[in-house]
């Protein structure tokens, strides 16, 4: 068995939102970065024994943001941006983090099947990992929709419920991860 580690210098980790309500052509629809993030996996014969994602919430980046009545100004980053750690309770939960403790071979990768945690509500979760052979290693891809609700996280709302957003978010994960290395030869 290998343990694998990544991190932002290989891959993204991006959450995309949109906006609902009778006021939503006002709203945007926005792609959040987290920058600060740690990946673990275990891997035995290149299947995953488990795998460990963590992401802190303070890292939380206002990448881009497109429709509204306006373009985002920087004042609008920095007021989304606040108003995500705080919705997150990142003073109190600093960490998003999944664990998976097994995984399932499916085609074209795994499932992983573990617990994800946001704002200290741990609940179960499943993630289809999509991997591809690339140079030296692997290309792995994560596409899941997160309910905010799920982890009593109040999706944002403006002008009475007439703009919010949507309770729930896109999460894209992309990295590349290295091959393990083949185990030295028994002298």
Avoid at 35 to 46: L, R
Avoid at 76 to 90: E, F, K, P
Wanted: hydrophobic share 40%; glycine share 10%.
């Amino acid at each position: 068995m290998q343990t694998l580690r990544i991190g932002p210098d290989d891959g993204t980790l991006r959450l995309h939102t949109g906006v609902e309500g009778k006021a939503a052509r006002l709203g945007h629809d926005l792609v959040l970065a987290l920058d600060d993030w740690s990946g673990e996996v275990v891997v035995d014969d290149e299947v995953p024994v488990s795998a460990v994602l963590r992401a802190r919430v303070q890292s939380l980046r206002v990448e881009s943001g497109s429709g509204g009545a306006k373009p985002l100004s920087d004042r609008d980053r920095r007021t989304i941006r606040a108003n995500a750690v705080s919705a997150l309770r990142g003073d109190q939960f600093p960490e998003i983090v999944f664990t998976a403790s097994s995984a399932t071979s499916v085609p074209g990768g795994f499932t992983l099947h573990g617990e994800l945690a946001i704002s200290g509500r741990v609940r179960p979760r499943e993630v289809d990992v999509r991997v591809a052979e690339d140079t030296g290693g692997w290309s792995v891809a994560v596409r899941t929709e997160v309910a905010q609700t799920d982890h009593d996280v109040a999706p944002y709302s403006a002008m009475l419920g007439a703009l919010r957003l949507r309770d729930r978010v896109d999460v894209a994960f992309d990295a590349a991860v290295p091959r393990p290395l083949d185990p030295p030869a028994d002298r």
